[in-house]
Antibody
Framework: EVQLVESGGGLVQPGGSLRLSCAASGFIFSNYNMNWVRQAPGKGLEWISY????????YYADSVKGRFTISRDNANNSLYLQMNSLRDEDTAIYYC??????????????WGQGTLVTVSS | EIVLTQSPGTLSLSPGERATLSCRASQSVSYSYLAWYQQKPGLAPRLLIYGASRRATGIPDRFSGSGSGTDFTLTISRLEPEDFAVYYCQQYGSSPPGTFGQGTKVEIK
């Protein structure tokens, strides 16, 4: 069974940093591209970052470019999101999401349960 | 960047009725690379449809998707109590991947 489990969320002050993790199991992690998608309270979904299976291709949404860094550790089946210079508007539930194998741009079949990041003083 | 506009914002219907949700793109979506998701409060989104019309594994056949180019539709033929939720469309035909619409809430009338 495919499982994605996010962790690392919490309360952080504006300008602070946080590192999110996503532990993957039930599939060969190194074969799949991965994404982070967020959802502000009461709002819609926003894709924020993509990383290819080998980490060779990375994309960011304009809203986080230059502040967030996506990475992965295929040996440990883990996906990460380093978030720096956090702003109030980064407050959201952060989901890791996986699509089908071989697609750089895809639908998301599997989602984690999400981890809440709250940016507030 | 392709912008997706969903309508209506809220759809008030009774169980057993037909629901028709619209997703319009600001430019043509390549290869009909459009997906639909259902989200219930406190849960992650659930994939319903991909490729505009292909049902995901385990999705009941009362859910159907159609459309191409800039106009797409999700139809729920007969609403069950568990179908009242928020629905999002997503296009994945352009890079960067994964633009979502703002959502349509289907609520009990």
């Amino acid at each position: 069974e495919v499982q994605l489990v996010e962790s690392g969320g919490g309360l952080v002050q504006p300008g602070g940093s946080l590192r999110l993790s996503c532990a993957a199991s039930g599939f060969i992690f190194s074969n799949y591209n991965m994404n982070w998608v967020r959802q502000a309270p009461g709002k819609g979904l926003e894709w924020i970052s993509y990383i290819s299976d080998t980490s060779g291709t990375i994309y960011y949404a304009d809203s986080v470019k230059g502040r967030f860094t996506i990475s992965r550790d295929n040996a440990n089946n883990s996906l990460y999101l380093q978030m720096n210079s956090l702003r109030d508007e980064d407050t959201a539930i952060y989901y890791c999401a996986r699509g089908p194998r071989g697609y750089s741009s895809s639908w998301y079949v599997y989602w984690g349960q999400g981890t809440l990041v709250t940016v507030s003083s | 960047e392709i912008v997706l506009t969903q309508s209506p914002g809220t759809l008030s219907l009774s169980p057993g009725e037909r629901a028709t949700l619209s997703c319009r793109a600001s430019q043509s979506v390549s290869y009909s690379y459009l997906a639909w998701y259902q989200q219930k409060p406190g849960l992650a989104p659930r994939l319903l449809i991909y490729g505009a019309s292909r049902r995901a594994t385990g999705i009941p056949d009362r859910f159907s998707g159609s459309g191409s180019g800039t106009d797409f539709t999700l139809t729920i033929s007969r609403l069950e109590p568990e179908d009242f939720a928020v629905y999002y469309c997503q296009q994945y035909g352009s890079s960067p991947p994964g633009t979502f619409g703002q959502g349509t809430k289907v609520e009990i009338k």
